[in-house]
């Protein structure tokens, strides 16, 4: 089976702190994503990326940055955290060998739930 | 722009009955259609996923969803729901030719004995 690990689940920060949320995949996939995910507005494309040392901002990478130095590792970085970024964050990944990322099952982890106060 | 919607935010159904969560996107080309599922304090999975083909896809845990194009919906279906079936789902799009999903807002079915 497909596991993807995010390195905590639950998260409370402080404003102007720096955080740093880690996504790990154990298939040797290609393409790794983040989201968020907030009431009434479903889950929303923060940065994604297609291979190692990649990456592609999605519809809202604002307050953000990412990392993949790693193959398996996608690390989500805010680099001074603010209480708008409070929410829940889905780091996912796919094959990258369908022919393109659409066509592709994304394999999902068990979210990371963060709270700036 | 294309869009999902998700018209539905909840659906309170009686176990082993009939469910339908309704689906509508806005697209002028050719898209991928999904829907997934998420459990209680848990990721995403796949339910079923439409590339092309057959209209009538069949998922796992008993759900099928039907590609209407001149409908532009691709609604989520279950003949007799049961109470594990609870959850919020999800639909999304994916354009030919980009790079990103969009996902709609969710709808929570929540089954009761």
């Known amino acids: 089976d497909v596991k993807v690990t995010q390195s905590s689940r639950y998260l409370v920060k402080r404003t102007g702190e720096k955080v740093f949320l880690e996504c790990v995949q154990d298939m040797d996939h290609e393409n790794m994503f983040w989201y968020r995910q907030d009431p009434g507005l479903g889950l929303r494309l923060i940065y994604f990326?297609?291979?190692?040392?990649?990456?592609e901002k999605g519809d809202i990478p604002e307050g953000y940055s990412v990392s993949r130095e790693k193959k398996e590792r996608f690390s989500l970085i805010l680099e001074s955290a603010s209480t708008n970024q409070t929410s829940m964050y889905l780091c996912?990944?796919?094959?990258?060998?369908?022919?393109?990322?659409?066509?592709?099952?994304?394999?999902f982890g068990p979210g990371t739930r963060l709270l700036v106060l | 722009a294309q869009s999902v919607t998700q018209l539905d935010s909840q659906v309170p159904v009686f176990e082993e009955a009939p469910v339908e969560l309704r689906c509508n996107y806005s697209s002028s080309v050719s898209v991928y259609l999904f829907w997934y599922v998420q459990y209680p304090n848990q990721g995403l999975q796949l339910l079923l996923k439409y590339l092309s083909g057959s209209t009538l896809v069949k998922g796992i845990n008993g759900f099928e969803a039907e590609f209407n194009k001149s409908q532009t919906s691709f609604h989520l279906r279950k003949p007799s729901v049961h109470i594990s079936d609870t959850a919020e789902y999800f639909c999304?799009?994916?354009?030919?030719?980009?790079?990103?999903?969009?996902f709609g807002t969710g709808t929570r079915l929540q089954v009761f004995p």
């Open positions: 990326s297609y291979d190692v040392k990649m990456k």
């Open positions: 996912a990944s796919s094959t990258g060998l369908a022919g393109g990322p659409l066509q592709e099952t994304q394999y």
């Open positions: 999304a799009v994916g354009k030919y030719n980009t790079d990103k999903l969009i």
